[in-house]
């Protein structure tokens, strides 16, 4: 059984990055991580990557060949790496044994809520290789400074969430950058509990921009919040503790917590509402001072 991270999210949410600084993190309390580059696009890669796509097809070549744009040029590249799940699944094979696994996706979003080829390598990878994967849906945490942005993010959040079918758990990156923004209408859980978007649809019925729009707002936020299911972690990716905070609640989500354990299914229970501040199971916060958590 392999765990890891399918990470997903509109271009700019950070995603490369979040890859980059979760390996390390991870490699400093001691897993063994792989980065699986499945981006065609990117050929800039800050991390060095166990598999990359481009060695199978390249978004450039496709472009050039069958005269697509980059849009249909990731979707065509997708298909293919369906079809070609063997050239993967023998790149995986012999990570299996005793590695973490992060996985860079591209950042289209029409990929991970109306088209399928990438759910079907992500579930085809599952069966064949028993992965346990939690997928890391990346929002830039600036969308929150403007509300009709944000409306946007929770619907866009719901309908992958929807689609994935995977445990999910949705990020606001960039979080230190937040106040550069400027000042947000509400204050900060408003945006990461997701619990009443009445106070947003008063807000915005009052700028003129989007008062037309009043009713399509409001039965876009009764959709998203009688699905109940979208809430937010928020993450600076060069903090130790706010990047331990997320990887304890994404080892919940995939099953990490019980890696190794042999336990009763009380015991399991006891251990999944554990509160996660007082969760020291796995993560010896550099108790060591010769460890430095630097990003270059």
């Known amino acids: 059984?392999?765990?890891?991270?399918?990470?997903?999210?509109?271009?700019?949410?950070?995603?490369?990055?979040?890859?980059?600084?979760?390996?390390q993190f991870l490699q400093l309390?001691?897993?063994?991580?792989?980065?699986?580059?499945?981006?065609?696009?990117n050929d800039s890669l800050p991390y060095d990557c166990a598999v990359n796509i481009e060695d199978l097809i390249k978004l450039s070549d496709v472009m050039a060949q069958h005269n697509l744009g980059p849009n249909g040029g990731l979707v065509y590249c997708m298909d293919y790496l369906e079809k070609n799940i063997e050239w993967l699944q023998s790149k995986l094979e012999p990570l299996l044994k005793d590695h973490y696994f992060l996985f860079d996706f591209p950042g289209q979003v029409e990929l991970f809520f109306l088209h399928s080829n990438a759910k079907n390598v992500i579930m085809k990878l599952i069966k064949k290789l028993d992965l346990r994967l939690t997928a890391i849906h990346l929002v830039d945490a600036h969308l929150c400074s403007d509300s009709s942005k944000?409306?946007?993010?929770?619907?866009?959040?719901?309908?992958?969430?929807?689609?994935?079918?995977?445990?999910?758990?949705n990020v606001l990156s960039k979080i230190d950058l937040i106040e550069s923004y400027g000042k947000l209408d509400f204050n900060l859980d408003f945006y990461t509990d997701v619990e009443d978007l009445s106070y947003l649809q008063n807000y915005l019925d009052q700028d003129p921009r989007t008062a037309k729009y009043r009713k399509l707002t409001k039965e876009l936020c009764d959709v998203i919040e009688e699905f109940?299911?979208?809430?937010?972690?928020?993450?600076?990716i060069q903090d130790k503790e706010s990047v331990g905070s997320l990887v304890k609640l994404i080892d919940r989500?995939?099953?990490?917590?019980?890696?190794?354990?042999?336990?009763?299914?009380?015991?399991?229970?006891?251990?999944?509402?554990?509160?996660?501040?007082?969760?020291?199971y796995r993560y010896p916060f550099f108790t060591n001072h010769s460890f430095l958590f630097l990003f270059c």
């Open 29 to 41: 309390i001691g897993r063994k991580v792989a980065v699986i580059n499945l981006d065609p696009a």
């Open 253 to 280: 989500t995939n099953g990490y917590i019980f890696a190794g354990i042999d336990a009763s299914a009380v015991e399991f229970s006891k251990i999944a509402i554990r509160p996660i501040d007082n969760d020291p």
């Open 228 to 236: 109940g299911l979208v809430n937010f972690s928020t993450l600076d």
């Open 150 to 169: 944000y409306v946007s993010a929770l619907l866009l959040s719901l309908s992958t969430m929807l689609h994935m079918e995977l445990p999910h758990i």
């Open 1 to 23: 059984m392999v765990f890891g991270q399918v990470v997903i999210g509109p271009p700019g949410s950070g995603k490369t990055t979040y890859c980059n600084g979760m390996s």
